[in-house]
């Protein structure tokens, strides 16, 4: 995934985040207060991460995965490589705790004589306070 398209992606997760965030504090939506407010989850950033095996991040204990996303990254003195990454696998865990990411993307060295997996960063929006959407 190039750095636009992986920034798109965080800037859409952001977009729909703070959308339904808002929602309830608007007149017009006024059915939806105490609507489940989501929360934003960082993960860490896990060197090596895009190495294509599966890494989760959990919400909150009592708390849903309402959606989740990934970034890529290089590390110092590295570039992502120009292939594009292949994402195996975005999705919750079986019990919606948690988002899956199997990805596949590779940095490599300025003089392009060493590749190794990219480093790879989760992202997931969880309910706040309720343990099912709407529940």
Not at 23 to 38: D, E
């Amino acid at each position: 995934m190039s750095r636009i398209r992986t920034a798109a992606v965080a800037a859409a997760m952001t977009t729909a985040l703070l959308a339904v965030g808002t929602a309830g504090a608007t007149g017009a939506a006024a059915g939806t207060r105490g609507a489940v407010q989501p929360q934003a989850v960082t993960g860490d950033v896990i060197p090596n991460g895009a190495d294509g095996s599966p890494h989760t991040l959990m919400c909150p204990p009592e708390e849903s995965v309402l959606s989740g996303g990934y970034a890529l990254s290089a590390q110092p003195g590295r570039t992502l490589a120009p292939l594009p990454a292949d994402l195996l696998e975005s999705r919750p865990n079986a019990d919606a705790t948690g988002w899956i990411v199997t990805v596949r993307k590779f940095q490599q060295s300025e003089d392009h004589n060493h590749y190794e997996p990219a480093n790879l960063t989760l992202y997931v929006a969880c309910t706040q306070g309720e343990n099912t959407p709407g529940g």
